[in-house]
């Protein structure tokens, strides 16, 4: 009896079993026309959606270079065999699987169908948890493309921008809305989120992805270069400026992109000039007299709040609606703790490469990581996971060891904080200072009540002053004294601790 998607003998709803299925799976006929793809395989690329497959061409698709560059389909329609290939994702470089495609046959012996299932790298790295499976990079396993052959998107270098959370597939469709056009974006989010790897991933998936790609740190130049850095200068502009002058990032990058790194912290003065260049399209040298027609495309990012800038007079209103026609933000860890297992097993890759040698946690580990707030952000994350492969002697990481570096790095998330005794609400804090600075309180007064409200409040948190000065990262005698100093009472309590119960 032959069988087909839509057939329910004996009550079995097909459809149902392959979407609970774990690996992606995709279905098209004999034309190679999609017919069906599984939950798995929307999962593992996010970028697509269901409808946007079911009942086009492959081939249509490939053409397109929307959604996927390459498909094995093709392979067993032309070979009318079953094929096997290892294939990576042009548009989400983090995305590598082995590809099995096998052909259904009717009763002449023709190809009806064509069903391709992807083992992707959590598969394996699930064989490696449980029965500590040999784990080899996936891309490891990719042939190198024939020059000239294959599209241009192909050969771009990877880029891993890793997550499979909500936050992150909307963030990952944005980029791929507006990486083929020229307007400007501002990417806002915490350090350490990877707003340069957003800037990237845009700039390798623009029609510009051949020309300049040019990066400048506003926060790491002197305000009084910055101008020269960005505009560039002539020779004799001024002291110490090199004898055949210097062209700026804005003309290295011409015909390009320029990514304005740090945009919040660029001086009052310099962001007018940059906004005139903005809106002119044309740049000056300093000390120079003619003028460079530009055609450049500007990505800009900060972990700054600019709207807040603005209030306070710091930042431009005209310059952040210029740079700001289309918002991305990178969303913080904790609020992606789905991610974090995907985080660890991508650096794991790199790390197991790098060092030689395997770091592996548990699944009571891994959920442990992911209940942490990670303030640095994936940054911090990394920097964690290559500690471990530095300073382990273990290949499985346990739960001591984890809880170990997180109370080293001030890490660990403490209980809900009680409001301070005295100290006002944290919306209320700007005008407390105010009222503070007009009633002509000092900055000795003012920072001796919050020292006070502070220690109030770790003391009624903690019962001795050793586990205070853990806390707040400074030496048990210095929690004596400060206590002391601000009358708050503490008894002698069992040795080697001070009871403040």
């Not at 083992?119 to 000239?148: A, M």
């Not at 007018?272 to 027609?293: A, I, P």
């Not at 992911?370 to 499985?396: I, K, S, T």
């Amino acid at each position: 009896m032959n069988l087909t998607l839509d057939d329910n003998a004996n009550d079995i709803n097909y459809k149902e079993i392959l979407d609970h299925l774990e690996c992606p799976i995709y279905v098209t006929d004999a034309n190679g026309v999609t017919r069906y793809v599984n939950l798995a395989y929307l999962a593992e690329n996010p970028i697509v959606d269901r409808d946007k497959l079911i009942g086009r061409s492959v081939g249509d698709i490939i053409q397109e270079g929307k959604y996927f560059n390459q498909a094995i389909t093709m392979r067993v329609l032309h070979e009318q065999r079953e094929a096997i290939e290892v294939l990576s994702h042009h548009l989400l470089p983090d995305k590598s699987a082995f590809v099995s495609g096998r052909p259904i046959y009717d009763a002449k012996r023709s190809v009806k169908n064509v069903v391709s299932i992807m083992y992707v790298d959590s598969f394996f790295q699930r064989l490696n948890r449980h029965f500590d499976y040999p784990l080899r990079p996936l891309s490891s396993f990719v042939r190198p493309p024939i020059i000239g052959s294959a599209p241009l998107a192909a050969s771009m270098p990877p880029v891993p921008l890793i997550g499979a959370s909500e936050a992150m597939t909307t963030l990952k469709r944005l980029i791929m809305k507006v990486a083929p056009i020229d307007a400007s974006v501002l990417i806002t989010g915490e350090s350490g989120t990877g707003k340069d790897v957003v800037a990237t991933l845009l700039q390798q998936l623009s029609p510009r992805r051949d020309k300049p790609f040019v990066k400048i740190n506003c926060a790491a130049i002197p305000a009084n270069l910055l101008e020269s850095e960005l505009f560039g200068y002539e020779k004799g502009a001024f002291t110490g400026a090199l004898a055949r002058g210097k062209p700026g990032v804005f003309e290295q990058a011409n015909g390009g992109t320029l990514f304005l790194d740090e945009i919040g912290d660029m001086p009052w003065e310099a962001q007018s000039k940059l906004l005139r260049v903005l809106q002119d399209k044309v740049v000056q040298r300093v000390g120079g007299m003619g003028t460079l027609q530009l055609d450049v495309r500007i990505i800009a990012a900060t972990n700054a709040d600019l709207q807040g800038q603005i209030r306070k007079g710091t930042f431009r209103k005209d310059l952040y609606y210029r740079l700001n026609l289309i918002p991305m933000q990178t969303p913080p860890l904790r609020q992606r703790r789905d991610d974090i297992p995907l985080l660890l097993d991508f650096y794991s890759r790199q790390f197991d490469k790098h060092y030689r040698r395997i770091i592996r946690f548990d699944d009571a580990g891994v959920a442990r990581l992911a209940a942490y707030d990670w303030p640095g952000n994936v940054r911090e994350l990394r920097n964690f996971l290559e500690y471990m492969y530095v300073c382990q002697d273990d290949n499985y990481v346990d739960m001591a060891t984890i809880n170990s570096w997180l109370r080293q790095n001030d890490v660990e998330p403490v209980p809900e904080a009680q409001p301070p005794v005295n100290m006002p609400a944290e919306d209320a804090l700007l005008g407390w200072c105010r009222a503070q600075l007009r009633a002509g309180a000092t900055l000795k007064t003012m920072l001796a009540q919050v020292e006070s409200d502070v220690l109030r409040l770790a003391q009624a948190q903690h019962k001795t002053t050793y586990a205070i000065a853990d806390r707040l990262g400074v030496a048990q005698p210095t929690v004596v004294r400060k206590l002391q100093a601000h009358g708050i009472g503490a008894n002698r309590g069992a040795v080697g601790a001070v009871d403040l119960t």
